[in-house]
C-alpha cells in the first residue's frame, strides 16, 4: 500500500520522501546515543585507564582495572551476594504471584477488587516499604523479634546480622502481589476455554486442572518471568542499599553497589567502569537468552 | 460414572474454598503493613515505643489547664502578658515532658484575672514536640530554668501561638470536663515548674481527631530539619511533592511525545526493514541497565554542569524509551492504512498525518503510555539520590530516605509521612484501577 503512493509522487521528490523520516528521526536518535550509547563506550574507555578526575583520562593502563578487580575478595563477595539475592528471591518470592494468580483466576465476586489490591505494592515506592519494614525487623521494637519470642526463640538482630541481613531485604516480597500477578492472571485467561471444557468433561476438575492443564500453558510466561527475576535481581540496587548501605560488614553488596562503592568511597573510577562493563555483559547474555526463548515461543 | 461426579465437585469445591481463603489470607498479609503504618503514623511518641505493638493507637486526651493570676499586682499590660507567657511555656513543655505516657495530644492554657479570661493559648503535641527536637528547644534540657532562658518562651509562644487582651477574651473557660490528671499536674508543676499564677482546675477530654491532626505538623516537619532550605522552610514536606511531580510529569509528556513521533515516522514511513532496525536501536538502549550506566553517566552530566539541578533530573527522560516505541507502533500498524492514503491524495503533508489523523486516534494508548511512565519511573531512586545534593531538589524517594536516616525522627512522623505519599497514589490506582491492569497486561503481552 505504501508503494502505491511513492509511485504516485513525481521523481523528484521521491528522495525527499525517503530522507524525510530519518530527518525526523535524527533528534531522538541523537538523543539515544548521547545519553545512553555513549556512556557505554565512555565507561569502557575509562576502564582501561587509571582515570584522573581533574585531567581525564589520567594514565593508559590497559586491563590493568580488570585484572585488579578481579583479584579483589570484595569484588567476588559481591557476585556471591548477588547469586544469594537470587537464590533466596527465586526460593521464596518467585512462586507467589504465580499462586496469587492460579487462586484468582478461580475468583468470581472477588477478582476485581482483589487484583486492584495487588497492584499496590508494586506502586508504593521503595522508601516507604523500608520504612515500614526497618519498622517491623526493629530488633528492640519491631514485631518480627515479638513474633519470635512469642514462639519462645531468641531474638535477632535482623538488618544488623550479616546472615540475616539478605533475607530481611528479600521476606517483603513474599506478600507477593505486584504486577506479575496481573500477568500471570492474563495469560491464564488467555487459555482457550475450549480445552478447559474438554478437561472438564474428562473429570480434570480442581488442583488437577491447574497442574496438567493451566501451569503447562503458562509454562511460557513463568521461563519469561523467571528471566525477569535473574535480570532484575542481578541489578538490585535501591533496596540492599536503602535497608542497610550493603552492609553490615559488605553482607548485602551487591554489584550495583560494588559500583557506586568504587566511584564513591575509593574515588576509583577505573575499577568502577570495569565493574559496570562486567555486569553489562552479564545482563546482556541473560537478555539474549530471554529474546532467545520470546522467539522459539512465537514459532 | 455418577460417583466420578461426586469426586469432581468435590475436588471442584475445594479449589474454591482453598481459592477464596487464601486469596483473603494474602490480602490480610498485604495490608497489614499498610493498616499497621497508618495506625503508627497516628500514635504519639511514646506509644510508638509500646511492646508489644498495638493495632489501634490510643484515646486521645485534650486538657485544659486554667491558671487564676488575680492575687498578683502587674505594674502594666506588658508585664502581665510576659508572666503568662512564662506560665503558658512551663505548663506545655513541662507537661509535655512528664506525662508522655498519658496521650495528651492538646493542651489548653487559660489565664483568667479578676472573673475574666484574659490569655489562651493552645497546642497540639506534635508541635510541641518539633520545638523541642528541631525547634527553640532543640537538645535542651526541659528544666524550668532553660526553658524560661533569655526570650526563649517569647519565641516559643510565637511559634505555637497565643491570644491576649486584658479587657477579657471572648472565649470562657471550659467547665463540664473530667478531672483526672489535677492531681498529676499540681504535683508536677509545684515541684518542677513553678508557676506564677494559681492552678484553678485540670479538665480533660477525649477528642480522637486529634490523632489525625498530627498529619499537620508531619507535613510541616521538614522545614524544622532543614531550616535552611528555603523552598522547604516555606512549603515543608510539600516541596519534595511538587519536585517529584515535576519529574514525573516531565517524563510522562516527553515519553508521550517522543515515542509517537518516532513510532509514527517507523509504523507510516518507514519500509519493514528499516523499521526493525530503528526499533532494535531503541529498544538497545532501552535494556542498558542503570545499575552499570550509573556511573559514567555521572561523569557525563558532571561535566556538563548537570548536576544538582533540575536538568540532571529531567534530562534522563530525554530520550524515548525503546518498549513504549514498540507499543506505539503496534497501535499505528492497526489505523487502517486507507485513512493515510486519502489524506495523502489532497496533498497533507506528514505533519498534518501526525497531528490530525494519528493523534486523535491513540487516545487509549496515550494513557497507557503515560501510566506506564508513572508505574515505571515514580520510584526511581538512586538517580535522583546522586544527583542531588540541595534538599529544594529532593523527589519523594530520596526525602523520605533521607529524613528515615536522620535520627532525630520519630517513627510516628515517618509513618505519617509515608501514608500521605502513598495515599494519593493508591486513591488514584483504585479510581483508574480499569487503565491501570489493561496497561500492565498491554505490557506484558508482546505478541
Known sequence: ?299 | MNKNKIKCDFSERLLKFCAVFFSLLFAALMLYPLIFAFSSSMKDNAKIYDIPPKLLPDAANSISVVLDYSDLNFMNEEEMKDVMMQDNISTMFGLNYKLADSSIMEIHVYGTYKGKTVFHSRAHQMKLQMERDYGIYASSAIKSNVLLHGDRYKRACESIGYTFDTNGLPLSVPTGLENNFFNDVSHILSEKYPLNGSLVSVGNKIKNILNLESFKYYLQMPSYIYPESEHIAKYGFMTFVINSIIVIGFAMIAQVILCSICAFVISRLLSRKAGNFVLLFFMGAMMIPFASIMLPQLIMYQKMGAYNNYTALLLPFLYPYGFYVYLYKGFFDKIPSSYFEAASLDGASNLYLYTKICMPLSKPIISLIALQTFIGNWNDFFWAWMVTEDQNLWTLNVALYNISNNMGTKQNALMGLSIVTITPVILLSILFSRQLKQSIIASGVKE
Open chain 1, 1 to 299: 500500500m505504501k508503494q502505491d503512493i511513492f509511485k504516485i509522487s513525481s521523481s523528484s521528490s521521491t528522495l525527499r520522501r525517503r530522507l524525510a523520516p530519518w530527518c525526523i528521526l535524527a533528534i531522538p536518535m541523537a538523543c539515544t546515543i548521547w545519553l545512553k550509547y555513549y556512556p557505554i563506550f565512555n565507561a569502557f574507555y575509562i576502564s582501561l585507564f587509571k582515570y584522573d578526575p581533574i585531567n581525564p583520562p589520567g594514565k593508559f593502563v590497559g586491563l590493568e582495572n580488570y585484572i585488579g578487580m578481579f583479584q579483589m575478595q570484595y569484588y567476588w563477595e559481591a557476585w556471591k551476594n548477588s547469586f544469594v539475592f537470587l537464590a533466596l528471591q527465586l526460593s521464596m518470592c518467585f512462586f507467589i504471584p504465580l499462586i496469587q494468580a492460579l487462586l484468582l483466576n478461580e475468583l468470581i465476586k472477588l477478582q476485581k477488587c482483589l487484583t486492584t489490591l495487588y497492584i499496590l505494592p508494586a506502586l508504593i515506592p521503595t522508601s516507604v516499604n523500608i520504612i515500614i519494614w526497618k519498622w517491623i525487623w526493629h530488633p528492640e521494637y519491631g514485631i518480627a523479634n515479638q513474633i519470635l519470642n512469642f514462639f519462645g526463640c531468641q531474638p535477632q538482630a535482623w538488618l544488623s546480622d550479616p546472615n540475616l541481613v539478605k533475607f530481611c531485604i528479600i521476606f517483603p516480597g513474599v506478600l507477593g502481589g505486584g504486577l506479575t500477578v496481573l500477568l500471570y492472571l492474563s495469560a491464564i485467561q488467555r487459555i482457550s476455554s475450549d480445552i478447559l471444557e474438554s478437561a472438564a468433561l474428562d473429570g480434570c476438575t480442581g488442583f488437577s486442572k491447574i497442574i496438567h492443564i493451566i501451569l503447562p500453558n503458562i509454562s511460557f510466561m513463568i521461563s519469561i518471568q523467571a528471566i525477569m527475576c535473574v535480570i532484575t535481581t542481578m541489578q538490585f540496587l535501591d533496596a540492599p542499599y536503602m535497608y542497610a548501605s550493603g552492609g553490615p560488614s559488605g553482607a548485602s553488596t551487591t554489584q550495583g553497589i560494588f559500583i557506586f562503592n568504587a566511584f564513591n568511597q575509593d574515588l576509583n573510577y577505573g575499577r568502577g567502569s570495569a565493574a559496570s562493563i562486567i555486569l553489562l555483559l552479564v545482563i546482556g547474555i541473560l537478555t539474549l537468552i530471554q529474546m532467545h526463548f520470546e522467539k522459539t515461543e512465537k514459532e
